[in-house]
């Protein structure tokens, strides 16, 4: 931090010290060493995060969108010329063109360093990626007679209801147990009925995985690796907005869980899980889904994770 520039035009109507606002810029710093690539939006959510947790005193307007307000990024960025924030880029044309040398180069060197500053061995590495599992799968191929121009197959409903699975795999092939993130307000013990030993579960509307669920994610990871910062792991997933909060980041620092995010737009074809492991156990699911049809005429697959218990086991190498 020794070559930013730091403006002294601070007033008292500021939101942050100097101080304060030194200490955001080095959660900004970190998320961009780490390929977070800060937008605009991202920083003013980040801003506001900081703002709470300090108890500072901001403008009302910032809880109607959890976010600082825009004359607050423009002043910031103004007190701060050294720092470069990135604009959003169109999703389909940055997942195309997000797969450069320039980008893997620069992460694998940012990954060697790691390597060469902490000497992980290959049960302190961990992939960690979530993925979405609906209550209703495409059936697996059945036989039927040549003739036949249609098959048909029975499948729980029309559409199915969305769970999140966060697999957390290390670079030996061990699994830690999962962690399942439900459609419902709260969470309920019944939806872990017949999960993985240590399993957990989180709860929002949605489903997927957010900024304020990340956290318990490593609390969790720290109770099952004993990560300490004397005994720290190297934790590899990718950028999306959920993994990056001054929470996560705060706790991940005192923890001893170093993170290192796959550059934007390159999971597809950088993330271990991802590439090899979630097609296979797609697959596996869908046939767990078929026997359970099968076996249960007219009844159908709620979030309850009965049917992908036997299917974690086999392809996570985790004891059942």
Same mark, same amino acid.
């Given at each position: 931090?020794?070559?930013?520039?730091?403006?002294?035009?601070?007033?008292?109507?500021?939101?942050?010290?100097?101080?304060?606002?030194?200490?955001?810029?080095?959660?900004?710093?970190?998320?961009?060493?780490?390929?977070?690539?800060?937008?605009?939006?991202?920083?003013?959510?980040?801003?506001?995060?900081?703002?709470?947790?300090?108890?500072?005193?901001?403008?009302?307007?910032?809880?109607? =969108?959890?976010?600082?307000?825009?004359?607050?990024?423009?002043?910031?960025? %103004?007190? /701060?010329? #050294?720092? +470069? *924030?990135?604009?959003?880029?169109?999703?389909?044309?940055?997942?195309?063109?997000?797969?450069?040398?320039?980008?893997?180069?620069?992460?694998?060197?940012?990954?060697?360093?790691?390597?060469?500053?902490?000497?992980?061995?290959?049960?302190?590495?961990?992939?960690?990626?979530?993925?979405?599992?609906?209550?209703?799968?495409?059936?697996?191929?059945?036989?039927?007679?040549?003739?036949?121009?249609?098959?048909?197959?029975?499948?729980?409903?029309?559409?199915?209801?969305?769970?999140?699975?966060?697999?957390?795999?290390?670079?030996?092939?061990?699994?830690?147990?999962?962690?399942?993130?439900?459609?419902?307000?709260?969470?309920?013990?019944?939806?872990?009925?017949?999960?993985?030993?240590?399993?957990?579960?989180?709860?929002?509307?949605?489903?997927? =995985?957010?900024?304020?669920?990340?956290?318990?994610?490593?609390?969790?990871? %720290?109770? /099952?690796? #004993?990560? +300490? *910062?004397?005994?720290?792991?190297?934790?590899?997933?990718?950028?999306?907005?959920?993994?990056?909060?001054?929470?996560?980041?705060?706790?991940?620092?005192?923890?001893?869980?170093?993170?290192?995010?796959?550059?934007?737009?390159?999971?597809?074809?950088?993330?271990?899980?991802?590439?090899?492991?979630?097609?296979?156990?797609?697959?596996?699911?869908?046939?767990?889904?078929?026997?359970?049809?099968?076996?249960?005429?007219?009844?159908?697959?709620?979030?309850?994770?009965?049917?992908?218990?036997?299917?974690?086991?086999?392809?996570?190498?985790?004891?059942?």
């Amino acid at each position: 931090m020794s070559n930013l520039q730091v403006s002294s035009k601070y007033t008292v109507k500021q939101v942050f010290t100097m101080q304060q606002e030194r200490e955001l810029v080095d959660y900004v710093i970190k998320c961009a060493n780490f390929h977070y690539g800060l937008t605009l939006v991202q920083l003013r959510r980040l801003a506001y995060e900081f703002a709470v947790k300090l108890n500072a005193k901001y403008p009302v307007s910032w809880d109607s =969108m959890k976010t600082a307000g825009k004359d607050w990024a423009a002043s910031f960025r %103004k007190r /701060h010329p #050294n720092m +470069s *924030l990135r604009k959003a880029e169109n999703t389909s044309a940055a997942r195309s063109f997000g797969f450069t040398k320039t980008a893997v180069s620069g992460f694998y060197s940012l990954l060697r360093s790691c390597y060469d500053k902490y000497n992980f061995p290959p049960n302190r590495i961990f992939n960690l990626d979530e993925s979405g599992i609906t209550t209703v799968l495409n059936g697996p191929k059945v036989l039927a007679q040549k003739s036949q121009k249609q098959v048909g197959q029975f499948v729980s409903r029309e559409r199915g209801e969305l769970v999140t699975f966060v697999g957390i795999v290390n670079a030996t092939g061990t699994a830690l147990p999962p962690v399942y993130v439900f459609p419902r307000v709260r969470f309920k013990d019944e939806f872990l009925k017949n999960a993985p030993l240590g399993s957990i579960g989180l709860a929002n509307k949605s489903g997927w =995985m957010t900024a304020d669920l990340f956290p318990e994610v490593l609390k969790h990871i %720290k109770h /099952h690796t #004993n990560c +300490s *910062l004397d005994n720290p792991i190297l934790l590899l997933f990718d950028n999306h907005d959920s993994h990056c909060s001054i929470e996560s980041i705060e706790f991940a620092r005192e923890n001893g869980i170093l993170c290192l995010s796959f550059p934007p737009h390159t999971s597809h074809r950088l993330q271990p899980l991802d590439v090899s492991v979630y097609g296979p156990f797609k697959g596996k699911l869908k046939i767990a889904f078929n026997d359970w049809h099968v076996s249960n005429v007219g009844k159908q697959i709620v979030i309850h994770i009965e049917t992908s218990h036997i299917t974690f086991c086999i392809l996570f190498n985790t004891k059942m």
